[in-house]
Structures are given as structure tokens and as C-alpha cells.
């Protein structure tokens, strides 16, 4: 193939037949936390089909507050790992690779909920993004143990044998609200400037690398946009930006995971390159672009019932030519269709269709 897209990559013993990507899509199909049979079907149907790298639905740790939905699958305890195992399992064999993404939900979750309705819902300040105060500011030993519970779910994919591992801190979910400063007002070491406020999602990177060795890659997925506010901005120039990606350089991230709501969105002004391309401009590590790829359309509409158009993958690729990102990391794409990826390979475009948002309510 001469498509950049179904070229190798390799990172640490991670190694790649292709560049495509399936991104996290929450899918609420694990009764009590736990990936049955059909969620290992899922994955599997996929890495038959030329995926290159399967990153899994969210997952969630261990704290108690971490799950908002009981259907959400946990990365923790005897039965959800029971079952993750048959998943990595069942994907090897299918000749795939696949990362669990590591996911706190934060103040998103609605307090009553998920698999431990007593917990209590964790924050970096216990304010709200309008910033109300609803929570006493956790201590510093409650935020390291935050930072712990990553470690431990990192060290259970370690020994199950998954290929990597994916860090949610993207979407207004906990680690991002380290990030915002209007939820963050920390007056302790995980509080101030932005470069401060992403020393939690550092400590996480330099405490899940331990807990893994040195084989598997740590991808940190991260995003300018908040599902609570979608004009959000961390980083308003290259330059913020360059200073907050340093710090999870420094910790030993190996690729940076750049959502957007559409890539091809120019990031700044004066420059045709998305989050992913000055990611991987300002750092130097591999970036995945992520974002209404192969649809015209962005997925927030599905959420309310609409489809998206198809789209055509000549700017992915005249971009990857570039050197502008790596990987390309597909999502209703993929969920709707388990074999886009193969049939993107062998030139059969025909056979793509439309997406159609009842794709979310179905197992595919």
C-alpha cells in the first residue's frame, strides 16, 4: 500500500501493520462494570478487519467516585478483569493490538451513581465549571490517591498483557479538570499557572511508567474543548501550548492523543495545522489526529439523533504525507462499520455509507 495510512509504526515494543486507530467510544454495554462475551466480539470484529491499534471504550479506576454508569465498564476487580482478559485475549488472536483507556469521570458524574452510588465524586477543588462550590477541596494524600488509582489499573493491563495504554485527560472528565482553570484553584503544588495544573496528569504518567515497565507506550489524550464548554481553551497560543505539553514530555509520555470535535479545524490563527499537528510540531513525540474523520460531520449531532455524510480521506493523507501527525484515530466510522478499515485498504469506497446515529444504540 502507498497510502501513508497503511504504513507501520512502532513505539517501544509497540508495532503497528498500519496507522489507523479505533478511537474510545463509550457504549454502556458491561452490566455491573464487566465486558461479557459480546464486548470481546466487539474488539475482535475489528482487529479481523485491519485496525491497526483498538483503544478501548473508557474504563474506569478504581476510586469510587471514578464511574457515573453502572454499564461502564470498570479496570478494576476480580470479574471486569476477568473479562477485559478475554477481550486482549480475543484480539490477539484475531492478530490486533489494543490499549485500555484509563478513565475518572470526575464532576461530570452525577452524585448517586455508577458502580459505587455512596462515593464520593471527585474534583480538583469541588467547584463546578460555573464555579460553584459543592465539595470541600480534596487534600493533597486524596488527590495522590487519584493519582494512585491510574497506576493500579495501568499495572493490571500490564499483566494482562495489553499492548499499551491510553490516559483519559481530555473532555472536561478529572484530569482535564486539573487542567481548567476554572475548575482548578488548587493553592497546593496541583494548583496555579497551566504548566502547575498539569503536574496531576504528570505524576499519573511517571506512576503508571512504574507500574508498567518500559515496554508498553502511555498514550495521554487530551483536548482543548470541554463537553461543558465547547469554546473552551487551555493554550490560546503555540507558545502555552508548548509549555503544557513539556510537562508530560518531561514525565515520559510516548504519544499524544489530540481531540477535536472536527481535525480539520485549524488550531491557531496563521496556520493550517490541528491540535495533533502542533502537537507533534511543538514536542517532537508521535501525535494521533481524532475528530469526525472519514464523516462530515461532528459527533456531538449524533448524541441528538443525527447522521453525518461520508467523507473523503485525501486531506488525512496529504497530511500524514506532510509529517503533520502519525495516527489516525477513526470513531463512527468504525462503530457502525467493523470492516471500514479493510475496506479503506482495498480501495472499496463504494461500500462505505452514510452514518447512521442509531449506530449508538446498537452492539455492531
Known amino acids: 500500500m502507498t497510502s501513508p495510512l497503511f504504513q507501520p509504526f512502532s513505539c517501544r515494543a509497540l508495532t503497528l501493520a498500519n496507522r489507523i486507530v479505533m478511537a474510545p467510544m463509550t457504549r454502556s454495554f458491561s452490566p455491573g462494570g464487566v465486558p461479557t462475551d459480546d464486548v470481546a466480539a466487539y474488539y475482535e470484529r475489528r482487529a479481523k478487519a485491519d485496525v491497526g491499534l483498538i483503544i478501548t471504550e473508557g474504563t474506569t479506576v478504581d476510586r469510587p467516585g471514578a464511574s457515573s454508569d453502572s454499564n461502564v465498564p470498570a479496570f478494576h476487580g476480580d470479574d471486569a478483569l476477568n ?31 455508577g458502580l ?4 464520593l465524586t471527585d474534583s480538583p477543588s469541588g ?52 487542567f481548567w482553570e476554572v475548575m482548578n484553584v ?10 502547575d495544573r498539569a503536574k496531576f496528569a504528570a505524576e499519573i504518567i511517571r506512576e503508571c511508567r512504574k507500574a508498567i515497565g518500559n515496554d508498553l507506550p502511555i498514550i495521554l489524550r487530551f483536548s482543548q474543548w470541554k463537553q461543558q464548554d465547547y469554546n473552551a481553551k487551555l493554550a490560546t497560543s503555540p507558545q502555552q501550548l508548548e509549555a503544557f505539553l513539556k510537562v ?8 499524544l492523543h489530540c481531540s477535536q470535535r472536527r481535525y480539520w479545524e485549524p488550531e491557531f490563527e496563521g496556520s493550517t495545522l490541528n491540535l495533533a499537528g502542533w502537537a507533534k510540531k511543538l514536542t517532537g513525540l508521535p501525535a494521533i489526529t481524532v475528530g469526525s474523520v472519514g464523516l462530515s460531520s461532528d459527533f456531538i449531532g449524533a448524541f441528538m439523533g443525527e447522521g453525518s455524510a461520508q467523507s473523503a480521506l485525501d486531506d488525512i493523507e496529504e497530511r500524514m504525507d506532510r509529517g503533520e501527525f502519525d495516527l489516525v484515530a477513526v470513531g463512527r466510522a468504525l462503530l ?16 462505505l455509507k452514510d452514518y447512521d446515529a442509531g449506530a449508538l444504540q446498537t452492539l455492531y
Not at 488472536?93 to 484509563?102: N, S, T, V
Not at 480534596?138 to 487519584?146: A, F, H, N, R
Request: charge should be neutral; charged fraction near 25%; hydrophobic fraction near 35%.
Open 127 to 178: 467547584r463546578t465549571h460555573k464555579g460553584k462550590t459543592v465539595a470541600p477541596v480534596p487534600t493533597s494524600k486524596e488527590v495522590e490517591d487519584m493519582v494512585a488509582s491510574f497506576a493500579r489499573s495501568a499495572a493490571h493491563a500490564a499483566r494482562l498483557g495489553f499492548d499499551a495504554i491510553e490516559i483519559h485527560g481530555a473532555h472536561g472528565y478529572l484530569i482535564d479538570e486539573f
Open 116 to 119: 459505587e452510588p455512596e462515593g
Open 83 to 113: 473479562g477485559w482478559g478475554k477481550v486482549c485475549e480475543h484480539v490477539h488472536k484475531a492478530g490486533g493490538k489494543i490499549a485500555p483507556q484509563l478513565w475518572h469521570t470526575g464532576m461530570t458524574r452525577k452524585p448517586g451513581t
Open 248 to 255: 508530560f514530555v518531561d514525565a515520559g509520555v510516548d504519544i
Open 336 to 351: 457502525q462499520d467493523p470492516l471500514w478499515a479493510q475496506k479503506i485498504k482495498h480501495g472499496q469506497l463504494d461500500a
Open 186 to 195: 488548587r493553592e497546593d503544588r496541583y494548583g496555579g499557572g497551566l504548566s
